[in-house]
């Protein structure tokens, strides 16, 4: 992510992410063996944020206040996509730092990188809570 150690001071929101980094993506499911990416964010703000989500990006959206901007865009975040045609929201990331963001996709949890063109050209908006 291009970040200092000493720059990381949310340690609860990178351990969390250290469990969950690579597991696999199953939709509709919300454990360790897979996940989808409303489940892992719903996990993730509970856990770190001590936040309840509900369980789809669509939902999570509507709740959120948006925040158009990128540049506006601040740890814990989320990040709304859409992916799917005919749908306004079908993902859902947290951002990070330095435009990544964590999200559970078809190659598992992994960190995104906001300015590759897949994840530009389906950007929808940042959500806070």
């Known amino acids: 992510m291009q970040v200092q150690p000493n720059a ?10 250290d469990k969950w980094l690579n597991t696999k993506y199953q939709y509709g499911a919300q454990q360790n063996t897979g996940i989808d990416c409303s489940g892992f ?4 703000y509970d856990a770190v944020y001590k936040r309840k989500l ?7 959206y509507d709740a ?14 989320l990040v709304f996509f ?8 079908s993902h859902v990331g947290v951002y990070l730092q330095n435009d990544r ?8 949890v992994i960190i ?18």
């Not at 990381?8 to 992410?17: H, P, Q, R, V």
């Not at 859409?82 to 929201?89: E, L």
Request: overall charge positive.
């Open 54 to 60: 509900a369980r789809n990006s669509q939902a999570q």
């Open 41 to 44: 964010t719903q996990l993730l």
């Open 112 to 129: 995104s990188d906001m300015n590759l063109k897949y994840w530009s050209d389906r950007f929808v908006s940042g959500g806070k809570f």
């Open 82 to 89: 859409t992916t799917v045609k005919g749908k306004k929201i």
């Open 64 to 77: 959120s206040k948006h925040i158009e901007s990128k540049k506006k865009l601040e740890e814990g975040d």
């Open 8 to 17: 990381i001071t949310n340690k609860s929101l990178y351990t969390f992410i």
């Open 101 to 108: 963001f964590i999200n559970a996709t078809s190659k598992g």
